[in-house]
């Protein structure tokens, strides 16, 4: 995806296994949103899937930090 393009190697190769997942998943659901919005025009369906896109994004936040290793 666009997003991975622009992190560098060795700060991917860092990230867990399992946060990469929640990542891909998540940039999935936004271009799913991002289409079925265009297509259907249906708000309460979008609120619906922001709605589980959201839940990734809690998830992710609650459970991953970078720490920092220069002090």
Same mark, same amino acid.
């Given at each position: 995806?666009?997003?991975?393009? =622009?992190?560098?190697? $060795?700060? %991917? !190769? @860092? &990230?867990?296994?399992?946060? #990469? @997942?929640?990542? %891909?998943? $998540? !940039?999935?659901?936004? =271009?799913?949103? *991002? &289409? =079925? *919005?265009?297509?259907? @025009?249906? +708000?309460?369906?979008?609120? #619906?899937?922001? +709605? ?12 991953? !930090? %970078?720490?920092?290793?220069? @002090?």
């Amino acid at each position: 995806m666009a997003a991975e393009a =622009d992190v560098p190697g $060795t700060l %991917f !190769r @860092k &990230i867990p296994l399992e946060m #990469k @997942k929640l990542g %891909f998943d $998540t !940039r999935q659901k936004f =271009d799913e949103i *991002a &289409i =079925d *919005a265009e297509r259907l @025009k249906d +708000s309460q369906h979008t609120i #619906k899937q922001l +709605s589980t896109a959201m839940n990734n994004c809690i998830a992710c936040h609650a459970t991953y !930090r %970078f720490a920092d290793t220069e @002090k």
